[in-house]
């Protein structure tokens, strides 16, 4: 599956794909080795997680594309500076992205974050399948609330709240820069 979070700075994209990332170990059969991204989160390394800047995140793509890898889960925070839009004419970034087609035989979890707007890959835009927008209210800090829209069978569109979601900020480095 493809999901793309999307939203303006600040209001919970790297939080919930984190989240998203926790709920996929603990409920959904993967576990932290099969996990990787360009988000830095040291409490999960000790258990396999790899954490991967923006070039290693271009190139393990590739090599999931090109080597039929299964069962993964792959972070990619802030997407437009691993797949921007401005490349989509480099024939190595459409062949990894025209891959990702391949996500669900290979059982595949892809979480892109990015901003609002068109600076990502057209080819992430166009292959998605969930779309995430989280909308974080800092006068309430207790919960995000987010809207989900699943276009895989036919267009649902849901508001859902992530309450207590403070613990997510604890598992990751939210103010270090994706390099």
């Known amino acids: 599956m493809i999901i793309l979070v999307k939203g303006l700075q600040g209001k919970g ?5 984190v989240g998203r990332m926790v709920d996929l170990v603990l409920h959904h059969g993967y576990t932290f080795a099969e ?19 923006n070039e290693a995140m271009r190139t393990y793509v590739a090599k999931l594309a090109r080597e039929g890898i299964r069962h993964r889960v792959v972070i990619c925070d802030e997407a437009a500076r691993v797949f921007p839009h401005r490349l989509y004419t480099d024939k190595a970034q459409t062949e990894t992205l025209i891959a990702l087609w391949q996500d669900e035989k290979l ?22 399948q969930v779309t995430v927008i989280p909308n974080y209210d800092p ?37 270090e820069f994706v390099q």
């Not at 979890?109 to 890959?121: K, S």
Request: include cysteine; charged fraction near 20%; proline fraction near 1%.
């Open 107 to 128: 059982f595949h979890q892809f979480l892109f974050t990015a901003q609002l707007g068109l600076a990502v890959d057209k080819l992430i835009r166009d292959a998605h």
């Open 13 to 17: 994209k790297t939080a919930w794909t």
């Open 35 to 53: 996990c990787v991204g360009n988000v830095h989160c040291p409490l999960f390394e000790q258990w396999g997680y790899t954490h991967l800047t």
């Open 139 to 175: 006068s309430n800090r207790d919960e995000v609330r987010y809207t989900q829209i699943d276009q895989r069978y036919h267009t649902v569109q849901r508001n859902l709240v992530m309450r207590r979601h403070q613990w997510v900020h604890t598992l990751y480095d939210r103010w």
